[in-house]
């Protein structure tokens, strides 16, 4: 396993509150990604991390936001939902020592209604 | 910018059948390749990679080549299993630094008793 964890795994939430997606590793590798995956468009960057407090826009990232406060933790937060926001997001990060490999957590489903 | 084009299908065999999915990219630079599988429900897990021209990644039966020429890495498996069936993501990497994963849409593969 590539030590790599999403929660929550499912999630239902009203259009217009904020929601929060945890992503935690254990590998203390230094980059990090947030992307979400929707029919017909494949897996798009939504922000990724370059280290503590060091985050960047990825090619999706309106209405998101990131934080980084530990190595090992990268939240993604949706300030206030929409149901275009309705998808599967993907963490991930890449590992430096092995060929620059990227691994994948197992998805968090979220539905805005 | 960098691209990856794959077909999107779906692509229908029968068990025992050879597999071809097509991939091709467009990078500035000297991209890593890669293969991942996601199974219904699941992840994206890691199936196979190259980091050079002519480099052959090759796991659980699936092999891709890394051509330059064509710029190609085109996945083949000599007789495919029902268990085989998800969805497959060809992706590169301009490799070190931040840069994540730009992937094509992915092939949703169906193998047929």
């Known amino acids: 396993d590539a030590g790599i964890t999403q929660s929550p795994r499912h999630k239902v939430t009203e259009t217009g509150t904020p929601v929060t997606l945890r992503c935690h590793q254990t590998?203390?590798?230094?980059?990090m990604y947030w992307y979400r995956q929707d029919p017909g468009h494949g897996l798009r960057l939504i922000h990724y991390?370059?280290?503590?407090?060091?985050?960047d826009k990825g090619e999706v990232s309106d209405g998101y936001s990131v934080s980084r406060s530990k190595t090992e933790d990268f939240l993604l937060t949706l300030e206030s939902a929409t149901s275009s926001q309705t998808s599967v997001y993907f963490c991930?990060?890449?590992?430096?020592?092995?060929?620059?490999?990227?691994?994948f957590g197992e998805g968090s489903w979220l539905t805005v209604v | 910018g960098n691209s990856v084009t794959q077909m999107e299908g779906p692509v229908t065999l029968s068990e025992e059948a050879f597999l071809t999915i097509n991939c091709t990219y467009t990078?500035?630079?000297?991209?890593?390749l890669f293969w991942y599988v996601q199974y219904p429900g699941e992840g994206l897990q890691l199936l196979l990679k190259?980091?050079?021209?002519?480099d052959k990644g090759s796991n659980k039966g699936f092999e891709a080549t890394y051509r330059k020429e064509t710029t190609s890495f085109h996945l083949e498996k000599g007789s495919v299993q029902v268990s085989d069936s998800a969805v497959y993501f060809c992706?590169?990497?301009?490799?070190?630094?931040?840069?994540?994963?730009?992937f094509g849409k992915g092939t949703h593969l169906i193998i047929q008793p």
């Open positions: 991930a990060m890449k590992d430096s020592y092995s060929g620059n490999t990227i691994y």
């Open positions: 590998e203390n590798h230094r980059y």
């Open positions: 991390s370059y280290g503590v407090k060091d985050t």
């Open positions: 990078a500035t630079g000297y991209p890593s």
């Open positions: 190259a980091t050079k021209a002519d």
């Open positions: 992706a590169l990497s301009e490799g070190g630094g931040a840069d994540g994963l730009t």
